[in-house]
Every structure is written in C-alpha cells, then in structure tokens.
C-alpha cells in the first residue's frame, strides 16, 4: 500500500515557475514507477510526465515535453515535477500516481492532487 500527498500548487503567472512535491509512504516507493496527471476542468484527466524505478528513463506529453522535469529521490520517498514557462492552458489539478506495472502502464495508487492555477 502506497499514500501519496502532493504540495507546491499555486497561482503563478504565465511564464513563471513552479515545483510539485509527491511525497509516498510505504518502505518499496523505489519498487513504483510514478507519474504526474492533470485535470483540468471540464476536461479529462490527462499523463503529463512518469519516471522509471530507477529514474533513469522519464516520458513527457508531448504538450509539456522541454518545459517540465520529473525527478525522484528514492531515498526521501519523493518524486517531483519541476514546471518552467508555465502557460494558462497548464491550469489544472494535477495528481501523482504509483505504478506497479510500469510508467505507462496502468497506475494503481493516487494521491488527492494539487491546484495550479496559471494567470495570463
């Protein structure tokens, strides 16, 4: 069982930056591909960015690739979503998820997600 608690939303204005958090409970976090998703409203949850186990591979949307970063730190049980030139159409709640399958596979853990909210 994995618990996942986002931080770092915010209102940024368009151009700025911003950091999310994921913190994850549980002694196997390094066992989990993780993965950043967006809601925004009206809209479908969408995959913005995933990270393998051992963060050697990561994988981007197209519409956020060269703009946003994903990391872990496997010893802090912490994966992060470092998002530079924000645009307002990157407004959104946004969720990590824990994989066991793998970074696009199915995600079998959320958490309760974060609001960013990006002003033009």
């Known amino acids: 069982q994995v618990q996942l608690v986002e931080s770092g939303g915010g209102l940024v204005q368009a151009g700025g930056s911003l950091r999310l958090s994921c913190a994850a409970s549980?002694?196997?976090?390094?066992?989990?591909?993780m993965g950043w998703f967006r809601q925004a409203p009206g809209k479908e949850r969408e995959f913005v960015a995933a990270?393998?186990?051992?963060?050697?591979?990561?994988y981007y949307a197209v519409s956020v690739k060269g703009r946003f970063t994903i990391s872990r730190d496997n010893a802090k049980n912490t994966v992060y979503l470092q998002m530079n030139s924000l645009k307002p159409e990157d407004t959104a709640v946004y969720y990590c998820?824990?994989?066991?399958?793998?970074?696009?596979?199915?995600?079998?853990?959320w958490g309760q997600g974060t609001q960013v909210t990006v002003s033009s």
């Open positions: 990270i393998r186990w051992s963060a050697g591979s990561t």
């Open positions: 549980g002694r196997t976090f390094s066992s989990y591909a």
């Open positions: 998820a824990a994989s066991v399958t793998g970074p696009l596979g199915g995600y079998d853990y």
